[in-house]
């Protein structure tokens, strides 16, 4: 399946990329952000965690590298500052993060990210990278199993019955595949329950997915970087898809936009009232349209919020 970009239309029309100007997508994945920057004049900075997103973007936009349009690099965007200085590309005038996997990811059985297709229990972004799915379920304590589901997939309801499950299968053979993670969650769930166990599975396979690239860790570690390469005037903007990210999201935004950073507890300002780095362009986050939601299920999720640097 062709990746086909989430909110395509509106961030461009927020970032309104312009000839000469210069971009950076954290999150490259299928190319397809890029290539509206890329189409509108200017340079782009593409990264990725994914060496196998990186050579298909490679030979899907090889017309922009020779002529130093397009530069791209394997690189996690919690590290984003050391590598666009390395590339000597800074005073940006955008920088977008597109946490959802591509279509691709999301396609390919052997890199086990989804269910609905049997494949090894890998999710990783990286194949440097060792720890996998597999190996996280054969090491998590119960309760720290427990405590993934929850935490990082929001799998309140059921979470302890599947940890409990894990822990019982796995004593007699490790769980490796796809299929065998949904279906020990299937028969986890109370039977007039199991017709919706595509909820829960969805839940618990996001869980590891994001235990397993410390996925919260390095958006955290990226948003303050991202403002720093920006220009004063540049835009942030960050598409999440689910609550977990968004919260992030919306803090960073939030504490970067307040003018008073003075401890509540003081009555009077003593900080000078102005210390705002963004300025929020989106006051609810923006959500797709139920035509591209049709033409794209994938996008319903979606959550963008923008915002500009001031200083």
Do not use: W
Request: with cysteine; proline share 6%; aromatic share 8%.
């Amino acid at each position: 399946m062709k990746h086909i970009p989430v909110l395509y239309n509106e961030v461009l029309r927020y970032f309104a990329p312009q000839p000469g100007q210069k971009f950076i997508d954290a999150t490259a994945g299928g190319g397809g952000h890029i290539r509206g920057f890329l189409d509108a004049g200017a340079f782009v900075l593409g990264l990725d965690r994914d060496p196998e997103a990186i050579a298909n973007l490679k030979q899907f936009l090889s017309a922009f590298i020779e002529p130093g349009r397009l530069t791209l690099a394997i690189a996690n965007f919690s590290n984003l500052s050391e590598t666009a200085a390395s590339l000597k590309f800074d005073s940006v005038q955008g920088v977008l993060f597109d946490l959802g996997l591509s279509s691709e990811q999301l396609d390919t059985p052997e890199r086990g990210f989804a269910f609905q297709k049997d494949g090894p229990l890998d999710m990783r972004f990286s194949q440097k990278d060792e720890l996998t799915a597999a190996s996280l379920l054969q090491s998590l304590s119960e309760a720290e199993l427990v405590k993934t589901f929850v935490d990082y997939g929001e799998e309140r309801r059921f979470g302890r019955k599947i940890a409990r499950a894990v822990v019982k299968r796995r004593a007699e053979k490790p769980i490796v595949r796809t299929a065998e993670l949904f279906e020990l969650i299937k028969l986890a769930l109370p039977g007039p329950l199991r017709y919706r166990a595509g909820d829960a599975a969805r839940r618990i396979f996001q869980s590891l997915r994001i235990a397993v690239n410390k996925e919260l860790d390095h958006l955290r570690a990226g948003l303050p970087q991202a403002l720093e390469v920006l220009a004063p005037g540049g835009k942030l903007a960050v598409i999440s898809f689910h609550s977990l990210e968004d919260r992030i999201v919306k803090t960073f935004f939030s504490a970067q936009a307040r003018q008073c950073v003075c401890p509540p507890a003081f009555p009077i300002c003593q900080c000078g009232g102005n210390n705002a780095r963004l300025k929020i362009l989106t006051k609810k986050p923006v959500t797709a349209s139920p035509e591209e939601t049709q033409k794209n299920p994938r996008s319903h999720s979606a959550k963008l919020r923008v915002a500009e640097k001031i200083k």
